[in-house]
């Protein structure tokens, strides 16, 4: 079982950055790929990103390459999304995932993951 809670989420102005932890409990945290996902008001859940359980791969929609960074220390069972040149289409609720997978496949989509947290909000202003 893993329990993931997130914190960092708020209010951020376009141009601006915030940084989303997810701090894992259980003694799986190492060995699980961990997705980060969003839903934005009146939409879907859509896949941002995803690390793996070494931390030697990450992917990224391309709706935030070379705008967002995934990154993870296993010795606190934490991993991170650090979000910058924020834009107002990036508003909505962001989760963290984890996922025992070694199935490359399952990764972009929210069936692949076990685990889920609770969710945090992330508003960009204009």
């Known amino acids: 079982q893993v329990q993931l809670v997130l914190s960092g989420g708020g209010l951020a102005q376009a141009g601006g950055s915030l940084r989303l932890s997810c701090a894992a409990s259980g003694r799986t945290f190492s060995t699980s790929t961990m997705g980060w996902f969003r839903r934005a008001p009146g939409k879907e859940r859509t896949f941002v990103g995803y690390?793996?359980?070494?931390?030697?791969?990450?992917v990224y929609a391309d709706s935030v390459k070379g705008r967002f960074t995934i990154s993870r220390d296993n010795a606190k069972n934490t991993v991170y999304l650090q979000m910058n040149s924020l834009k107002p289409e990036d508003t909505a609720v962001y989760f963290c995932?984890?996922?025992?997978?070694?199935?490359?496949?399952?990764?972009?989509?929210?069936?692949?993951?076990?685990?889920w947290g609770q969710g945090t909000q992330v508003t960009v202003s204009s």
């Open positions: 690390i793996t359980w070494s931390g030697s791969m990450t």
């Open positions: 995932a984890a996922t025992q997978s070694r199935d490359s496949a399952w990764y972009k989509i929210s069936v692949g993951y076990n685990y």
